[in-house]
């Protein structure tokens, strides 16, 4: 089989040209690796090829040829870097050696950011 695959742990994702070799590598995949014994769970496969679709936490799409985070992930990650932003560097990290200095802590409100700002909305870190 000649498939090209992306593969951590136990999520694969399986690339290919068209829909139609989309669909055979992934009937053939699933096929061989029933045979070496595992189990796939047929409920949490996506079998309909697409050229966007979420992996891993991010989204890929392959038309814009773009890999970002969804916009919950991104509001998340912004809490997280407030929480470092706010002094508690020491806390998360602390065999880090001059993490510190490391800390990005701006008296600049407008610095820019490539997340967008958190909200306080009750969805959890």
Known sequence: ???????????ILLMAETKEKARDQASSLIYM???LGFTVNMEK?????????EFLG?????????????A?????????LTVIRGGACNSLHPLKTNWENE??????PTSSTVLQEPTNE???L
């Open 122 to 124: 009750p969805d959890g």
């Open 1 to 11: 089989l000649e498939i090209r695959l992306v593969v951590y742990t136990n999520d």
């Open 103 to 108: 800390c990005y802590k701006s008296s600049d």
């Open 58 to 70: 991010f989204m890929i799409d392959t038309t814009k040829m773009q890999l970002s985070l969804p």
């Open 45 to 53: 496969m996506v079998l309909d090829p697409s050229q966007c679709l």
């Open 33 to 35: 690796l029933q045979c």
């Open 72 to 80: 919950q992930k991104q509001k998340r990650f912004g809490r997280v």
